[in-house]
Structures are given as C-alpha cells and as structure tokens.
C-alpha cells in the first residue's frame, strides 16, 4: 500500500510539474510604432541565396568598433545612429526618419519585413539583388 501511495505520489508530482512549465511566450510583440520604439545593436546578419546554405555575414558588413553602436528608434518617428562603445575613425553618427506599417520597417527609405520582435530581440529581413543574385539578408538586433 504504501509503495502503491508513492509511487501515485511521484506520478502526480511529475504532471503538476510538467503542466505547470509551459507557459505562453509573452515576450512577442505586436509590430507597432510604440512596441519599435527603443535602442537596438547589431547582434548579427546572415545572407541566403536560392539554392545555397545561409552564411553569416556579420563581418562582412560591420567593422569590430560598429558592433557596439546604437540604432535608436524614437517616437516622434526619427531614427537615430549613435557610435557607442568603441568610437569607429571617423566616427559613425547621423539620424533619419523610420516609420512602420503592418510588418513593413522603413528606416530611411530602406523596407524591411519584421519577421519578429520581443522585448530583446527584433529581427528582419530584406530581399537585395547582389551580382544577379536574389538574396534573403536576415539582420537580428538586440533590443534594450
């Protein structure tokens, strides 16, 4: 009996504790003018042309003293480039206007398709044609 007892115990224990871990994801964000708005930093950018296996392109397109710098997306619809941290020669800095509608990102004129956005991390995509390829260049940023 009382082996019967613990084992039922134990089984119990086990359910209660598997139902009790899964638990909804509420990090995602709505893509909205007000869930966009804050600071961001490269976090990485990978590129995929039909037919062929993603690669990072990370360092192909940000120096070391980039990788700090600060993309600040205001409410009053103005983006800001701060060269944080380590200060690039000559030094990165400049502002623009960035707007969204649906999933649509538009930084100085550039379109981009949010594929997701959380409380740290936003992630987007943009199609480019490079050398008559058509490539997929996916760039992920950590949000603060």
């Known amino acids: 009996m009382n082996r019967t007892f613990t084992k039922l115990l134990v089984l119990v224990l086990l359910v209660i504790t598997t139902f009790s871990a899964c638990t909804k994801n509420n990090d995602v964000l709505a893509i909205?003018?007000?869930?966009?708005?804050?600071?961001?930093?490269?976090?990485?950018?990978?590129?995929?042309?039909?037919?062929?296996?993603?690669?990072?392109?990370?360092?192909?397109?940000?120096?070391?003293?980039?990788?700090?710098?600060?993309?600040?997306?205001?409410?009053?619809?103005?983006?800001?480039?701060?060269?944080?941290?380590?200060?690039?020669?000559?030094?990165g800095a400049g502002s623009d206007y960035w707007s969204v509608n649906g999933n649509i990102l538009t930084i100085a004129g550039n379109d981009f398709t949010v594929r997701s956005l959380t409380r740290s991390t936003l992630v987007y995509e943009q199609i480019t044609n490079v050398s008559g390829f058509v490539v997929t260049i996916t760039s992920t940023f950590r949000r603060y």
């Open 32 to 91: 909205t003018k007000d869930n966009l708005v804050g600071t961001y930093t490269i976090i990485s950018v990978k590129a995929k042309a039909a037919g062929t296996v993603e690669q990072d392109v990370t360092s192909d397109n940000y120096e070391p003293c980039e990788m700090d710098d600060q993309v600040v997306l205001k409410s009053d619809l103005t983006a800001t480039y701060v060269d944080a941290g380590t200060q690039c020669v000559p030094a």
